[in-house]
């Protein structure tokens, strides 16, 4: 594909990345020595929540605003550094109080607010895992989590408490304790902020080790039934080298992460990769909404900003002019994770905002950012970037006989991380066979088909399960995906294979439009030629069917499975991530 490589021009010293020379930095690398620049506790104990909030307290960072938060209807509310690590230490000690042991899970249903930031950290100084529960949830798939999770303790709000938890409290034998966070002592239920009044506010430092559970993420649900990931202590390791690396984060920056901590990037990098980097979280309770989003860059002064493919969509789908005239001269960094980023979606951001998105790749399941596009590195759009100091990529086949081979540059494979990064996950909750099959000799195998180019870019094809054959072709979604969205009508589009007598699989695409265009016969003809001419006759979509809106999981990925269930009339399978899906009363 023709784009144009990003050139980085030299930046005036002040300025000067956190990753220069990545070469240099690869070897001699070792996660060891990263740790060591960690706080660390006594006898080799190791603490995420103390290493983000009590060590910069002890760094004099303690008046520092730690979390800057907005609420929907226009309120503000700051914490220091020192507050939510005596916060955090009062949360710790109710655990504690209330008879939660090291290990036990504990659960946190609730929209973007303080309270959660607080129950994450207090969560884990207690020795105890944390599970982050999506609140647009409806009963069922939190039931499915809170039973898998087996949670004996939850904090959630009432009006969410009384929706989705009361009408089956009797389903969830092993929830012990209910803690709602804007409520009075209640029917079965109990006041965060009263409990918490009760508590002291000091408290030894924690007693973890860098291997001992600390948080449990499930994942999206994209491909099938979410799976548990079960991450460590350690993972802030990774954490905090990877927010300075491929975020560039430096302490004083305020920094907004757009992901809800429902989901794996609203804790990585929306609570422990900032705070460990000693930043100001900018934290957004309300939802999307183009013109908010902008004036928050603009009148927060955001210095860096991670978001994700489907909020830079929405941006694009709200119309270039609508991101006309905000004052965005504090913004060094943007960032974009969860869905491959189109180059159209680059080049827009250069455009629109001034800046282009820099990609990143990871998974629930690797914890931290493991290949990306650094602030000191030329983009090449449409390229995830380049593995971070630390991961060893690779593109690999399996052999059905055990093991990988490792493939060429250009060859495309499975792409495959060496175990070893501190942060991976160390089971699926209760799967350990299918945590096992992702695994072959010393290398994790993500399940995403991609390519590496001799300059060490990896290249995302698509997720294996996307990947379709046609007349003895391999073609994944994104290069047809990708040429679409450069025609001016599409706002979306996912592609899939549908059977065919010859070809095997023909390429069909389902199309959602921007605002201002319709579906004619006359634009799906244009579609269709316009993909032709650009793709070829062999890869170019066959049909192309309109939709008002993409099925999405509530993350924002675009679920190719159900369109691929749909076309064909199978099972739709798991649903519980469905964004749009009617609440179930269970
Ligand atoms: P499930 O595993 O339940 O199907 P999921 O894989 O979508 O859900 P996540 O762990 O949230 O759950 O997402 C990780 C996946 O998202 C990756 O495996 C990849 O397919 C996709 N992804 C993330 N970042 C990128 C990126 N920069 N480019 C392309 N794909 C990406
Ligand atoms: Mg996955």
Redesign the pocket.
Known sequence: MAWTTIHKQPLPSESTPNLIDEEAMRTPFSWETARTELAGLPEGGLNIAYEAVDRQVQNGLGETIALRWLGKNGERREYSYAELASLSDRFANLLERLGIDKGDRICVLTGRIPELHISALGTLKAGAIFCPLFSAFGPEPLRTRLVKSRARLLVTTSALYQRKIQPQRAQLPDLEHVLLVDSSDGDGTHSLRALLEAESSQRPPPTTLPEDRALLHF??????T??GAVHVHDAVTAHRLTGRWALDLRPGDIYWCTADPG??TGVSYGIIAPLVNGVTLVVDEAEFNARRWYSILEQEKVNVWYTAPTAIRMLMKAGIDTARGYDLSALRFMAS?????NPEAVFWGLEALGRPFH???????TGAIMIANTRSQDIHPGS?GRPLPGIEAAIVRRRPEGGVDLLEPGEEGELALRVGWPSMFRDYLEDEAHYRQCFAADWYL???LATRDSDGYFW?LG?IDDVIKTSGHLIGPFEVENVLMEHPAVAETGMIGKPDEFAGQIVKVFVALKSGYAPSDALRRELLSFARTRLGPTVAPRELEFMSDLPK?R?G?IMRRLLRAQELGQSLGDLSTLENQEEQEP
């Open positions: 994942t999206s649900g994209t491909t099938g979410p799976k989901w794996v994770v969860g869905e491959p980023l990609d990143t790749w990871w998974q629930t399941e995830m993500s399940g995403d995302f997720r999981t993350s990925k």
